[in-house]
Structures are given as structure tokens and as C-alpha cells.
């Protein structure tokens, strides 16, 4: 059965759920969101540590303005409870495990929360809400073992880690409820995406971090795993607009999401320290426990498709991003020293 979809006249005064909302995609979606006059709710799961869940929704200036509530991808009830009472108009998934590394000390956990988490959020807004139009957050680490040089939308996938493998689940799940009830769930297949806000056990993070704590005097080297891996790297506020876009289209479809630039983490520390007035080689010391098991070499994606069809492409270079980032771990170290 084909649920019929309205394609939305206006977008203020519509609601958004978004799980994951404390994230830095999250976040970042928030915001774009709220000025674009959406009543924003937000899952999280609850933490002794909220101020630190918070962080980021602070960071941005717009915790009070969201409605934050309890809820848990594993838990179905709670799932189609949030669901009933927000009737959200669209649902963002962008919960999940999403540390790569960590998936291979924690595959079930990974599962669980990445790919059956996707799926009982799909059953509660097919029981609960089957109009609302739904987003799910799938990952270019999916390709994993590249096929092709440039990863599109027909690209065949060959996930490398437990994250990937859960991700592609979640992924087709997404299609075959689309297919199956006549959902309006698009997936959008985003390739690395980095900000202020990112983790700091995620590599650009980690990097950035690095670069301050040196220049500051806190730290004298940065240890780093696999520097000839490549990625490509685009700034997540650009990426959370394409998540929008895809909402707003009469016919539910999966996107690539990229910049069309692959770059090395070698070149990565070379720009980042750069700008900070350093020598990356002075201070960047490889170390093989933090090889991953089974790497994957190079990510490079093609976003014709998202440009085409919604309009959209990458607006943030590289540079300008890593120099955001850098500046940003400067002010927090500066503020954590007293400096």
C-alpha cells in the first residue's frame, strides 16, 4: 500500500524528531532547523552526564529552543510513544555506535544500536506516524572495500567493519520499508563530514586537538595510525542542509553526499598544522595499535545526483574547515589552561 504524501506548503510550524540530536550532526541540524522555524524535538538516551550530552546544542546556542526527551533505539515502546505524542512531520535518524574503531570491540553493541535501532524507529513511525517523512543517516563506510573509484549511488557496497556492516543494514531496511509500506524514507549516504563539533576520538578531531595542545605547550607529538588513508572530508553544516533537501522532495530517494575531493590524513596534518605555524613531521609519530584491522584505503564520492536533484553541493572547502576546527581547539584549550 502507497501511503499519499502532501509535499509541505510551508516549513514553519512543522515538527522534526531527531534522534541523535546531541551529536554534532545533530546539532547542527537543529539548528538549521529552528531557523527555518521547525518545532524541534529531540531523542537522546539518558546520561548522568547531561551537561556534557548538551555540550554541543550549547555550543551553537540553541539548547533551550529544542525538547530534548528519553528514549532508546533499542526500546520499541518508548520509540512509538515519542513518536505519538511529537507527531513529528519528518524524522531524522542520526542515532547510532558511530566510532568505526570501537565496532570491532563492541559488534553487537555496534548491531544493536546502528542497524536494529534504525529499524525499530522505521516500525515506530509505520506504526505511529506512517505520513511523517523519515531520513536515515547511512555512511559511505559502506563501500568499505571500494568497487569503483568513484562511489555513486550504484555503487556496489563491501562494508569493512561491524559499523559499516550495521549501517548497510539500516540502510536497506530503509528501502525495503519504502518499498514495502510506502514510506517516504530516503537515506542519505554521507561521506565524512567534520566541524568544531566532532567527536575527539574521530581523526580530524583528534588531529586539530593535537595541533592546539602543541601549540600551546600542552603536548609535544600527536600519535596517528594509518596516514595514507584517504578520505572525503566535507563540513557538516553543509551536509545536515542536504539531509533537509532530501525531505522536501515529492519521491523518497537515497543521495551521495560529498565534495568530490579525496585527501590523505597525512595532508590533512600538513594543513592543519600549517596553520598553526607548524611542521606536521615534527610531531606526528605513527603507531601500529592504532591500525585499524581491516582499513579502508579511499573513499571519494560522486554527488552528482544530490546537485541534479536537490540542488545541493559542498560550500566549505577542506581548508577553510581544518582552520575552523584548529581555531576552535585553541579557544578551548585557552579557556581550559586560563590562558
Not at 19 to 26: A, K, L, P, R, V
Not at 75 to 91: K, N
Not at 117 to 136: S, T
Request: glycine content about 8%; hydrophobic content about 40%; charged content about 20%.
Amino acid at each position: 500500500m502507497t501511503i499519499p504524501i502532501t509535499t509541505p506548503s510551508q516549513v514553519s510550524g512543522r515538527t522534526a524528531l531527531v534522534t541523535g540530536i546531541t551529536g554534532q550532526d545533530g546539532a547542527y541540524l537543529a539548528e538549521l532547523l529552528l531557523a527555518k522555524g521547525y518545532r524541534v524535538v529531540g531523542m537522546a538516551r539518558r546520561s548522568a552526564s547531561a551537561d556534557m550530552v548538551s555540550a554541543r546544542l550549547r555550543w551553537l546556542g540553541v539548547l533551550d529552543r529544542v525538547e530534548l526527551v528519553d528514549g532508546d533505539l533499542l526500546d520499541l515502546s518508548s520509540l512509538i510513544r515519542i513518536v505519538q505524542r511529537a507527531e513529528p512531520d519528518e524524522v531524522y535518524n542520526l542515532a547510532a555506535q558511530s566510532f568505526v574503531a570501537a565496532s570491532w570491540q563492541q559488534p553487537l553493541l555496534t548491531g544493536q544500536a546502528t542497524g536494529i535501532g534504525a529499524a525499530n524507529l522505521l516500525e515506530a513511525v509505520r506504526i505511529a506516524r506512517p505520513r511523517a517523512r523519515f531520513y536515515q543517516a547511512s555512511s559511505s563506510e559502506m563501500y568499505g572495500l571500494i568497487q569503483e573509484k568513484v562511489q555513486s549511488e550504484r555503487t556496489p557496497f563491501y562494508p569493512r567493519s561491524p559499523y559499516a556492516v550495521a549501517k548497510l543494514y539500516a540502510h536497506w531496511m530503509t528501502v525495503n520499508y519504502r518499498e514495502s509500506f510506502g514510506l517516504h524514507a530516503s537515506s542519505g549516504i554521507l561521506f565524512n563530514h567534520e566541524s568544531p563539533l566532532r567527536g575527539i576520538e574521530f581523526v580530524t578531531r583528534k588531529v586539530t586537538d593535537g595541533v592546539a595542545r602543541i601549540k600551546l605547550g600542552l603536548a609535544s607529538t600527536l600519535p596517528l595510525g594509518n596516514l595514507d588513508a584517504t578520505r572525503d572530508w566535507g563540513h557538516a553544516r553543509d551536509y545536515v542542509q542536504a539531509m533537509w533537501l532530501m525531505l522536501q522532495q515529492e519521491v523518497a530517494d537515497d543521495y551521495v553526499v560529498a565534495t568530490g575531493r579525496t585527501t590523505s590524513i597525512r595532508e590533512l596534518c600538513r594543513i592543519a598544522f600549517s596553520h598553526a605555524g607548524l611542521n606536521f613531521e615534527d610531531h606526528v609519530e605513527t603507531r601500529s595499535d592504532l591500525i585499524r584491522p581491516a582499513e579502508v584505503d579511499v573513499l571519494l564520492g560522486d554527488a552528482s545526483k544530490a546537485k541534479q536533484k536537490l540542488g545541493w553541493s559542498a560550500t566549505t572547502s577542506l581548508e577553510e574547515m581544518i582552520a575552523e576546527m584548529v581555531e576552535a581547539d585553541l579557544v578551548r584549550h585557552r579557556r581550559a589552561s586560563g590562558a
